[in-house]
């Protein structure tokens, strides 16, 4: 039965992600994985592409435009889809995930942790503060995989998007923690690949020299998307520009998850 991650780092540009993401491209360029690159979805920020990623609908359509709407998704969505189709869903993610997908608005308390099979997200591990260490959110999420074995776990940390907008994408602060990222989930990445997951990396914006994000420059948009199969199988990097429109749809076809009309985009083929 497959199963999948998917690693959302906030803010993880494509650049510096192959530049300096040294375990990520150490199984491209074996071909032990495939990279793509996103040109993302617009406005290129952070709830709006929480919402577009997994529901494979533009913000226009979806209505989330701006990070400042706060409600839960109305559209059919990955975490609605898995769960009703008796999938395990799992996710540790900042609060704006727990918004869309499970209650709104967010409670600190009563949401914070959540073990509840009604709920879209069924285990989810939240956190509201930007600066939340990732390695701490690293180990709750290794955690779930091993108490839940979920068939559909997102992993989003916060700490590129941190960095870049504290000290500019042109700094050592922001180049340094993919680094820091990439090696702290290495070991994680090869036990999920043991436990039968197929690991998608991605990002749902960049960032610019400025430390901001939300237009069209190439900086702000693009991103990478990683696919790790547990076969050890890939194709490199591909040169292939892909769309966060297909994100939602390849993970419910891996899934055996039927694909709604709502989803327009074609999923990935990852044989």
Do not use: C
């Not at 993401?21 to 979805?41: A, C, D, N, P, R």
């Not at 769960?83 to 409670?107: I, M, Q």
């Not at 839940?148 to 994408?169: C, I, N, R, V």
């Not at 237009?215 to 199988?233: A, C, D, L, M």
């Amino acid at each position: 039965m497959s199963k999948s991650i998917l690693v959302l780092s906030d803010a993880l540009r494509y650049d510096v992600a192959k530049d300096n993401m040294g375990f990520l491209g150490h199984l491209v360029e074996s071909k032990q994985s495939t990279l793509y690159k996103i040109i993302g979805e617009l406005p290129s920020m952070s709830r709006p592409m929480y919402e577009t990623i997994h529901t494979g609908v533009p913000s226009s359509d979806h209505g989330v435009v701006a990070n400042s709407i706060v409600r839960l998704s109305n559209k059919p969505n990955v975490f609605q889809l898995l769960k009703n189709a008796g999938k395990v869903t799992a996710a540790a993610a900042y609060y704006w995930y727990s918004e869309l997908y499970n209650r709104a608005p967010y409670d600190r308390i009563d949401d914070k942790e959540t073990d509840d099979e009604s709920l879209n997200i069924q285990h989810g591990r939240f956190y509201t503060e930007d600066e939340y260490p990732d390695i701490e959110l690293f180990a709750s999420a290794a955690h779930l995989v091993r108490k839940f074995s979920p068939d559909y776990l997102l992993l989003h940390p916060m700490g590129m998007d941190y960095h870049g907008e504290t000290f500019g994408s042109d700094s050592k602060e922001y180049r340094n923690h993919a680094i820091y990222q990439d090696s702290k989930l290495a070991p994680l990445i090869m036990e999920w690949k043991e436990r039968g997951y197929t690991v998608f990396v991605t990002g749902d914006h960049g960032i610019n020299a400025d430390g901001g994000h939300g237009g069209t420059t190439p900086e702000q948009r693009t991103v990478p998307f990683f696919v790790i199969q547990p076969s050890g199988k890939g194709r490199g990097e591909t040169g292939e520009v892909i769309s966060h429109l297909q994100i939602a749809p390849t993970i419910l076809k891996l899934l055996n998850v039927t694909i709604p009309e709502t989803m327009k985009h074609p999923p990935l083929s990852l044989d």
